[in-house]
T-cell receptor, first 113, second 112 residues
Framework: DVKVTQSSRYLVKRTGEKVFLECVQDMDHENMFWYRQDPGLGLRLIYFSYDVKMKEKGDIPEGYSVSREKKERFSLILESASTNQTSMYLC????????????FGQGTRLTVV | DQQVKQNSPSLSVQEGRISILNCDYTNSMFDYFLWYKKYPAEGPTFLISISSIKDKNEDGRFTVFLNKSAKHLSLHIVPSQPGDSAVYFCAASVGTGNQFYFGTGTSLTVIP
């Protein structure tokens, strides 16, 4: 079974803090993704990566950066957390090429106060 | 601009009846479509997919229909069970393994 693990289920951070969300997958997938889920807005793509050290902006990259130093690990960084970044963050991975389905982690509920 | 739309935020169905969840898309380049199911406080799990070369795909109680001319797909669940109560997201991509575009989700409640 594919496993995508996010380092924290719940996080509370203060405005202005630098926040790191970590994601690890164990299936040697090329693609990795970071989404945020908000009520009424569905899942919106922040960044994705199709290879080590490669990254592509998604639909809402502002205020975020990412790092992929190893194939299995994809980190999302909030440079200076703000209250409008309070959300559920979901990491996913998929094989390239393949069936196209993405496997998701359990999510991190981030609250910025 | 939302390229994948689920216009019904919620749906309630009696146990044993059919659930039909709908999804519309605007980008004619999309050629791969997926449905995900999400329980609260969990990540989405893959349910079923369909390629644009097909118009129907079945997996047990779940069937996805694709109408390319209408840019519309639907997920049918027959018979519906209380354990099917969850939020369902449709997603689309151009080719496999690339960026997925998700809809806003439909919350399905199956009433025992």
């Amino acid at each position: 079974d594919v496993k995508v693990t996010q380092s924290s289920r719940y996080l509370v951070k203060r405005t202005g803090e630098k926040v790191f969300l970590e994601c690890v997958q164990d299936m040697d997938h090329e693609n990795m993704f970071w989404y945020r889920q908000d009520p009424g807005l569905g899942l919106r793509l922040i960044y994705f990566s199709y290879d080590v050290k490669m990254k592509e902006k998604g639909d809402i990259p502002e205020g975020y950066s990412v790092s992929r130093e190893k194939k299995e690990r994809f980190s999302l960084i909030l440079e200076s957390a703000s209250t409008n970044q309070t959300s559920m963050y979901l990491c996913a991975s998929s094989i390239l090429p393949g069936t196209g389905e993405a496997f998701f982690g359990q999510g991190t509920r981030l609250t910025v106060v | 601009d939302q390229q994948v739309k689920q216009n019904s935020p919620s749906l309630s169905v009696q146990e044993g009846r059919i659930s039909i969840l709908n999804c519309d898309y605007t980008n004619s380049m999309f050629d791969y479509f997926l449905w995900y199911k999400k329980y609260p406080a969990e990540g989405p799990t893959f349910l079923i997919s369909i390629s644009s070369i097909k118009d129907k795909n079945e997996d047990g109680r779940f069937t996805v229909f694709l109408n390319k001319s209408a840019k519309h797909l639907s997920l049918h669940i027959v018979p519906s069970q209380p354990g099917d109560s969850a939020v369902y997201f449709c997603a689309a991509s151009v080719g496999t393994g690339n960026q997925f575009y998700f809809g806003t989700g439909t919350s399905l409640t199956v009433i025992p």
